[in-house]
């Protein structure tokens, strides 16, 4: 009998399982440069806030537009839902936890109103932020025209997997292609984790790539489906698609790791593997005045009868700013990101994003030994 | 001295172990296929209930078939030792846990009575269902025809390991080969977890393979002997026996996973690792009306001195329909498996259970950093 | 610049780490033949029992050969200590744990009484028991003569780490070779763990090797000097070492692995590495009537100035009979170890140790998930 | 399409990731020699204290050098910014833990006089010990003349991460090769973690290098920066280096692991890595009349916006020589380190800190079961 061939499955790496080595040239962290730039639009902070309800609504946007980011307002969720968002905000942070699923599933079901689109977008505009906003596949051909002419800066497609080619009885297949003739601004496309699906969606010709299927805090993906990378080698593989497609295409398209991040050393790790800026959420839904009020929930799923996400409590810990750039008030690395950035950055030898993608990473699983398991579980709580 | 040939192991990997990765195209969740065929018979679900008393009774299959899956009932347990097994199981549920261990030991000591199989049998026939029958290895010769003359569908011949030669003072080596060719309904075999004894088992013309030793929740094969195979391993080494045996006798045999299943993305990553069906005990004994009212538990075991397992309280979560098909009133993925197998396999582009075995995973331990261990310990409970 | 030459560290795998794969064939349990053999003698069951004072005594050691094992009586504890043993069992048992350890420290400095040797042999041999003592190598010349003198059947010769070539300034080293033409009974020494150190000892002419430094749940060797390997692959390394010195030499010398057992299935599988019998330490002193008294101890250590073991609460679960035999009162694998052994050699098909020795394992750590974790730290306690 | 070349990543290992094998040659352990050398200078004992308020003061400095090790002094922490220390030391010990983050920043922000540094150096040397003096690497030309001027015998220049080449525009780069045409003694530069920066390090000429980036208790590195490589690796990588150095220079720089160590058997560990001395933190704060007085903290940190180290309370366990050299009064092997690692180089047979260089690890994670979880989840608090 001819020995069988066994399927080989390839290891996945998290944020938890790896490390940052240290350069062999050191440089100080404030000549670190950490620009991203996305189509022509160009931003001093590498940090872009997620499209959910909890996370950004208009003033949060333009708060992190003067802080150097971007913030991505979601189009589907109780921003164009109601006329009143922050009323509706309110209730949900007010409500008991055993009360807010249905809520969540009620406030959710209410339709979008389309003359809110231009509303929003416009309140951002005016504020002086530049403003990035959020469709789903299935509404991009319906919203995307009102995006373009209430003048937002970039289009971001979203689900929680979207692939260049999808195929469905109930609307009609999503050109990207088509669709960047018609949109004059920059469309950024996700989530999508692996090589090949990267490399598709760049073909056909996108501005920026999300990337991330199921690591997130509010996200039961992996729970529910079995779907999902670690973002460590989601990164890696993405980034390596971006190579290619620029040694194909002389185009470079900038991938942005989005969720799963827990503080500054996970976005370290993130960019060390090859991401050009990330997308962050429950991190920044803990800032004072975000709109989820120490909350942070998941919204939409693609299939109705899957689970909404549950409310998490995140709490708040500090101003939008203080996480950003600190002064730091807590050690465990929630805070201050962007000064951990540059100096990672800075004990790597590492000037620029682009350099800090070549710096080497180890696998280091921060597995606990017995010993310290025994010393946590002895401590006070 | 020549350098010693040190002994290699294979690394094998279970539910939590791995992680499914999305495909280049997607299709909408409402374009998949996900029949499941054995023998002649077809099933548009393809779940199976095990062979545990606190899972199928004649009510519970008869339901389970009605709702497009099929359910096995034990003709060892409490169905066939009893003429009102309804009785037991009562007295089983209102047991209190330090009494529980005494009373299963004398319940299953009880003989079997031969009339009960038929009377089963036709009762689940006579409700509409689709009747499926288990019987242990030693005593097929004896109950097998029986099971064939009150025309049930299919045969389960089940142990905890079950093999194509079995060698045995007490009783006379089973044949399948022969049994076919006097029972002319679909034979199912199991367990097993390797290549090599998968393969036998299927040339030996039975119809379907049960995979899995040492997995499940009620089970204490892998403490007390060792013995035992992770389910997505020995799901790809028996995934593989089914294509070889496919390739040299042009007859596919489908396998079905059975044990260790918690939520919907246990099943996902299953299918997705070559299995045609899986087989859930727990997680079907939490539906309202299960016979085991809300608990679980082990059966025989082939050794008379082990332990026979320990009842288990599961709880009671939802009807068996939403546990199928939603809506699911939680969200730790317990609820709506076959929306969620659907869901999955929409992102990963697979239209039918064949074209999902071709699904690439990566292993991806869900191994908890020191953080966020520290996060648990100090949650409330 | 020349790439370095990376230090590369082999794979070490423990109980926890491995599985037991079943086999092609499957046998009655009661087919097996689980005798173990150890120069001219021969025992129906491949279990010894440690020389740890909380385990043996000369009644425990008549129970245990009774019961077709073995066990081996220290003659460096406070067997040969005391003229009346029981009394200070007694006092060890009975002291708070916060008093012990002192108590053991003045215990085990008192002087050894040569007398007491002989004495403790000839007690277990008129009790109808095969004879086994062990020594430490420092005291080896000095009591080797006495044990054969008294008649004993077999000499253990144990420290933690044992080497065919010891260099000391405080006594003449050991020359095992030396030792077999005066002492005309068999002599097992250990403990060693690799395959050389194994191979060393066989060359001697010595009839047993005791396999396992570090594992013991009385053992702070791993902790206090980080020396230690797990007990699967010291096992399959000094099997190896076992198989191809009998090739050399046409000698067949077993090899015994001593310490970490929890439960019934590290028994089968550390038979399944390779060994040919296993000794028990904890599993043992929680037998009724174990001089421990449902307590367990470390004993001397090579180095006067580091800690004894601490005293371990062990509890007492049944007789001996029935830890060995069963029925089990218990489900977590600590009882009915022999049964749990025909049990899995019945599953892989292996009539014999030998042919349980051809056993495949997988490498599958039953490393806990987060999900589990949750529900593990909301179950009540 | 070609298949993509993923990027691969090593694999890092720390203290509790690897175990010794044993040799198959033994010694007594008085028979072995742990001498270190530095420069010109001889250490019976390859223990350093770190430089760390918490951990050296004058007078431990003194104890150290007396009982055959190295203290460090830190010249940038409050031994040189107040007059009197011990005052600033005892509002610390006795600050309660939500107001000492402020007091240590308040602490820390006092200007370091000049005049101190001289001091402090001569009152070690006065009381008859051997004085090591560390600065920052900002600070090293102001500094250095200083600490050669008042004599000290070794000087250390350190930071979370130090470079051959660093680049700054806040101060000029620092060239060892220059620094050590003027400072007449042994210079000691760290920290560094991997081959070729510690290559780089070692080319400039200084005369020992430190290890470590990211593993120790204090330190929040790899929280914050994700930055750090696991001691085990670290040590075998900068060990290689030094062997490479050696061959190409015939100069011996030897490397010293810094931070992480919990027990003995990590400091035994770290020497079968490669290590030559060990320097240590926590556990020297242990000591009774260690500055710390029960408690350690980090100090300051490159970034003045990230947060400092979070006092950790860390007990008193015995004198600094029962540490060393026990008796152990605890069984956890954070006691008699010296007895440890002679007893650990016996049982490997290796008669210097060398020959234990060349002994075998395995990786051999102590990876808790689920089983042992359990047990000790259920044991009381």
Redo the contacts between chains.
Sequence with gaps: ?AK????Q???????????????????????TNIEFSLGELSFSVPVIASAMDAVTDVDSAIMMSKLGGLAVLHLEGVQTRYDNPAEILDEIAQTPLDKV?PLLQKVYSQPIKENLIGERIQAIKQGGGICAASVTPANTKRFAPLVAEANADVLFIQS???????????YQGLSFTELLKSVPIPIVVGN??????CL?LMRTGIHGVLVG??PGAAC?T?????????QI?AT??C???RD?YQRESARYVPIITDGGF????????AI?A?ADAVMLGSILAQAEGAPGQGYHWGMAH??P??????RIKVGTTGTLKQIL?????????S??LV??L???M????AATIKEMHQT???????????????Q????P?
Tied chains: 1, 2, 3, 4.
């Design positions: 009998m069988p061939q066994f399927r499955l390839r290891h996945a790496y998290g944020f938890d399982d790896v490390a940052i080595v240290t350069g062999d040239v050191t440089i100080n962290p404030d000549q699923t929680t997997v979207t692939s260049a080619r999808h195929i469905s009885k109930s999508c984790v692996s090589y090949s699906a598709e299927v199921g039961t992996r729970a529910v489906l079995g779907v999902g990378v670690p080698t890696m593989d980034a390596l698609a290619d827990r503080k500054g050393g996970d976005i370290c790790k060390a090859g693609p299939h009868a899957l689970p909404r996400g549950t750039f600190g002064p730091s008030s807590v050690t465990d690395g805070q201050n000064g951990a540059r100096t990672a800075g004990v790597c030898g080497e990473m180890v696998i280091a699983p921060s597995i606990v030994s017995e010993g310290k398991w025994w946590m579980l002895q401590a709580r």
